[in-house]
Each structure stands twice: as C-alpha cells, then as structure tokens.
C-alpha cells in the first residue's frame, strides 16, 4: 500500500489550501483516514481523521471550523480543505491509514499515530506574508 500526498506549497495567512492523499496498491475505502502534520524540532501532531463510513470525522481544535477532512472513495482519494490558514498551520502534512477495515474506534484513538499503519512521505505547507 502506498500513500501519495500532494497539494502543498506556499501561501499568505488567510488563503486556502487543499491536500490530497490518493492510495495505490490496495484500496481502502473502508479503512480509518487521517491528517497528521509535523513542524521542526516538534512531535507530529493530529490534525484530522475520517472515519471508515466517512460519517464521523474529528479534528484538532486548533483547525476546527477552518479545515474539512472528506474522502472521495471511487477516486481512493482523501482530502484535507484547509480555508483561513495561519502561519502556526506551517508544516509537513502527512497523510496516514489505518490497515484494519470497517473498524470503528473511541475518538481518541482517531488521534494517535500509533493507529495508523500506512504513512505518505508528507507535503510542505508554509504559511507566510
């Protein structure tokens, strides 16, 4: 299984961005998708995570109301929208899966790295005026 994301790249604080993770190699459509993202010198942190159904889906406070998780399932795409951006939003974004299918799990869990077994190898956003 492979994860490709793409999408990234540089904008000033307020502009939009949107990420996308298409999977090759097997499909997972009924797997738990997600959005981690990674600044220098820091842990890679939690940003969003799609359930397998694509009806629950959860997010870091820091990006509610401004970043949308979805997920096209014909396309094996999944897509971060990220609207009002903030140069704290400056990151490596990764995208990640979980190789379980049609699992459903404690909004926690959504959370942790250590659900997720497959990993893209990250886009660039940088967020600067």
């Known amino acids: 299984v492979q994860l490709q994301a793409s999408g990234g790249g540089e904008v000033q604080p307020g502009a939009s961005l949107r990420l996308a993770c298409t999977t090759s190699?097997?499909?997972?459509?009924?797997?738990?998708m997600a959005w981690f993202r990674r600044v220098p010198e820091k842990e890679r942190e939690f940003v969003a995570a799609?359930?397998?159904?694509?009806?629950?889906?959860y997010y870091r406070d820091s990006v509610k109301g401004r970043f949308t998780i979805s997920r096209d399932d014909a396309k094996n795409t999944v897509y971060l929208q990220m609207d009002s951006l903030k140069p704290e939003d400056t990151a490596v974004y990764y995208c990640a899966a979980d190789k379980r299918r049609r699992t459903t799990y404690t909004e926690g869990r959504y959370m942790s790295t250590s659900l997720y077994d497959y990993w893209g190898q990250g886009t660039l956003v940088t967020v600067s005026a």
């Open positions: 190699g097997r499909a997972l459509s009924e797997n738990v």
């Open positions: 799609i359930s397998w159904s694509g009806g629950i889906t």
